[in-house]
């Protein structure tokens, strides 16, 4: 996707990267809930390879973190607070040009704030972006690289070690200049899905359902952010390039559920899934890409 005129000078953003990030603290806000509660959301690509795993958000390598960050949220009216926590050092544009993998990120965030300020005309607030390096600190607790890119509703910011672009493309197969694009339209997908109010009428549902219902309202909210990452890329078509919906979608198989526990266990369980399969992410991510219109990734079934 063509980017390079994009300006990125009204970005808020914190970089945390050389200032030791905080570790494995628990600093403030929610800290780490157990696997189910619908929290920090992310591109979960390691999210959900294990029956048996660590109750962490994130998705991380095989070796370090087994379950994924949650996603969630769909497009409804409603309204949502304003986070109550604020984020050191931001500054419009500071952090985006510490190198071009940075750059970009900022560049794909800033068209998306304005794809979606018009889309939520009048309803739209841009959230941050974060940037740190092996461990940081987030109004969800602490970040760390094995996370991979995650939202915080807390504090509306997006998370993002950029180093994960490397694994991304060497690790997961998933390489392309869209393939990165596709991972911060997914994280700003989550931030619209708390924007509308479908995040927290969510949440209160999977507090009411039991695990497999649980997990299938999950899967609903990661579907509807890949949904939201093709508007985003149709309602920007001008600027796509040639090869640039192959590689998303490539993405988008490589982080089925399916292909991770394959790969991670050798076995598939479809009733652990959170994220979706290989086939169903292609194909909400494609209806984006194709329809343009939000109103079309109702991912509930009506």
């Not at 991304?168 to 596709?182: E, M, N, P, S």
């Not at 993405?251 to 526990?261: S, Y």
Request: proline content about 3%; glycine content about 16%; aromatic content about 8%.
């Amino acid at each position: 996707m063509r980017l390079d005129d994009v300006d990125t000078s009204d970005v808020q953003v914190e970089d945390q990267r050389g200032n030791g990030g905080g570790g494995f603290s628990m600093g403030g806000g929610a800290g780490l809930p157990f696997v189910g509660a619908l929290g920090c959301r992310g591109f979960a690509i390691i999210g959900v390879i294990a029956v048996i795993a660590i109750p962490i958000f994130g998705f991380g390598t095989v070796a370090s973190v087994l379950m994924g960050l949650l996603g969630m949220g769909s497009l409804s009216s409603g309204a949502s607070q304003a986070p109550t926590q604020t984020q050191a050092e931001q500054s419009a544009g500071k952090g985006c040009e510490a190198n071009p993998l940075s750059k970009q990120s900022c560049q794909v965030l800033a068209l998306g704030n304005r794809t979606w300020s018009t889309m939520l005309q009048g309803g739209y607030r841009a959230p941050h972006i974060v940037f740190y390096a092996g461990n940081g600190r987030s109004g969800c607790g602490a970040a760390q690289s094995a996370m991979g890119p995650f939202y915080c509703p807390q504090d509306e910011g997006i998370y993002i070690d950029t180093s994960f672009y490397d694994e991304l493309r060497t690790r997961f197969g998933a390489a392309g200049d869209f393939a990165q694009d596709y991972v911060i339209a997914h994280e700003l997908g989550h931030h619209i899905q708390k924007l509308t109010g479908t995040a927290d009428k969510a949440q209160a549902a999977q507090s009411r359902a039991g695990r497999a219902q649980g997990n299938k309202l999950q899967v609903a909210m990661e579907l509807q952010a890949d949904c939201y990452a093709g508007v985003w890329a149709a309602r920007n078509k001008d600027r796509m390039e040639a090869g640039d919906i192959e590689e998303g979608l490539r993405a988008a198989h490589q982080i089925g559920d399916d292909v991770l526990q394959k790969a991670a266990q050798g076995v598939v369980v479809p009733e652990s899934f959170t994220h979706g399969s290989a086939e169903q992410r292609m194909t909400w991510l494609k209806r984006g890409l194709e329809s343009g219109d939000p109103e079309q990734c109702n991912t509930f079934g009506g």
